[in-house]
């Protein structure tokens, strides 16, 4: 399933949560940084969206969408390109933590207490594949002695002692089919990699969704392969948007303005660590 159908599905869940309620529903106010851009909603909900790579005018506030319908951006998340997708996706990520409150997803649990990593249970024997420069992650996986490699398009978003393990991009075919578990960051949802990264790991892969970009609503992303979906869930919303506006990277959001939200797709009897197949040796350049 690629990322516009997965985006598709979310949409279609939110609407169907939120019902006539969205249609009551404005934005507020949209800012955008050198990292992300954000909505806030008249529902006091707000969400972001990686926007990398656009060249966006950092500290910027749009007016010109302000007192628009929800609604009116939710599809081009899905459908659009560009500024109009990013701010497509913040808007649903912002619709989905509403949509959030009054549901409990079936078949997940909330992990309480948990980062993405610590819940993916990374074993210092496995091979593990990075999408995007998680330095906190990378940091760690050095830490257990994991064999790893980073997938990033902009290598200078890393620091020197990572580079050993950086990978161009466009060696994912080389590179994801090895891995035991497989992190990708949510914007990939933003620029249209997702659909052919997932389609890449293999079916013993543990495969982690994670970033600010992620919808807390993970229905549609667990159908298609993904067994963690972690987002963030907005606590003050103005002092969010301040940030994004500001320019900062995702890991500034957390604290007062935004918290990690890990949400695990429930397991059958076996666990992966039990049913996870050989890994394959990376390729050595």
Known sequence: MAERAVLKATIGIVRRELGPILDAIAIERVAMGE???????????????????????????????????????????????????????????ALAQLAAESR??????????????????????????????????LRRLRGIGARHV???????????????????????????PHADVVF????TLANETFGGLIALARPAARIILVGPTVPIIPD????????????????????????????????MFFGASAAKVVLRRRLHPASPLQTRTQALPLPVE
């Open 104 to 137: 409990a997803p079936a078949g997940c649990e909330e992990v309480d207490g948990l980062d993405a990593f610590a819940a993916a249970e990374v074993q210092p024997n496995e091979t593990v594949v990075v999408i995007g420069a998680f330095g906190p992650f």
């Open 35 to 93: 990292f992300f851009a954000g909505v806030k909603l008249s529902s006091g909900h707000a969400g972001a969206c990686s926007a990398h790579g656009l060249n966006l005018n950092t500290g910027g506030q749009s007016t010109g969408l302000r007192g628009h319908k929800a609604d009116y951006l939710l599809d081009a998340a899905a459908d659009a390109t560009g500024l109009e997708r990013v701010l497509g996706i913040a808007t649903l990520n």
């Open 184 to 187: 990708i960051t949510g914007a």
């Open 220 to 251: 549609a992303f667990f159908d298609c392969g993904v067994g963690i979906v972690a987002g963030i869930r907005v606590n003050d919303p103005d002092a969010f948007m301040d940030v994004i506006a500001q320019g900062v990277p995702g890991y």
């Open 150 to 176: 980073v997938l990033e398009k902009d290598p200078a978003l890393l620091k020197s002692h990572e580079l050993p393990h950086y990978r161009p991009a466009h060696l994912a075919p080389d590179v994801v």
